[in-house]
């Protein structure tokens, strides 16, 4: 494992955007976060709507490692779950952006360096996430689906906001899912016969606009 890396000065913490944009740190106020876990909760809070996304860089390879950052949003809050490989170094790499600037560049507002002292929870990789997922939505369950999950009457639990209608998709099969009570939507869906073929799950929804389903997370089983 390397040592601590040498960053330029103003890499980590908040960028120029950051308070600029109404944000401000809610769980970790430092920039430098020592972990004794290898999956983690970073919260920030927004006080205008934003489109949010984040990157995580293994600082010894080098390399960013894709799918290892879900993005979930509460109200105000916006919540960054962080899984991790291994023990190491890692930057978290957060980009924001106000729901009503139409442009598709996010801008990087604040940067973590993680240091990861032990790896205790199995690496599971979180869904694609597509960008209007990062408008508001939340998913209670399934946070990851892969080919050693329970693939028998999987549950989804999902709070998607101005949605018509919500559906899960499996290779072209469609199940809708329910609105409870609670604002989330939900349903079972069995997936056992996917298991292993690197099949396509996808959550969809439907936000008014004619007949049109948005792709919001994509799973692989």
């Known amino acids: 494992m390397s040592g601590k890396p040498e960053l330029p000065k103003g890499t980590l913490g908040p960028q120029s955007k950051f308070s600029e944009f109404g944000l401000s740190t809610v769980s970790h106020n430092s920039p430098e976060i020592e972990t004794a876990s290898n999956q983690l909760e970073v919260k920030i809070r927004t006080s205008n709507p934003m489109k949010i996304t984040a990157n995580i860089i293994d ?20 919540s960054l779950v962080v899984i991790i490989p291994s023990t190491g170094y890692y930057q978290l790499q957060i980009f ?4 009503t600037d139409d442009s598709k560049t996010l801008v990087g507002v604040y940067n973590y360096l993680i240091h990861c002292t032990k790896a205790p929870v199995p690496v599971n990789m979180f869904p694609k996430q597509f ?5 508001g939505c939340y998913i209670e369950e399934p946070m990851f689906l892969n080919s050693k999950s329970n693939l028998t009457k999987v549950k989804f639990r999902a709070y998607i906001p101005n949605t018509e209608s919500v559906a899960v998709v499996a290779e072209g099969e469609w199940t809708h899912l329910v609105k409870g009570e609670d604002g989330l939507w939900e349903g079972e869906v069995t997936l056992e016969q996917y298991r292993g073929r690197d099949a396509k799950i996808s959550l969809n929804a439907n936000f008014g606009v004619d007949t049109k389903y948005s792709t919001l997370l994509e799973y692989r089983v």
């Open 59 to 78: 600082h010894e390879k080098s390399e960013e490692l894709q799918n290892h950052v879900l993005i979930q949003t509460h109200g105000e809050v916006v």
């Open 96 to 99: 924001a952006l106000p729901r």
């Open 131 to 135: 960008a209007q997922w990062k408008e």
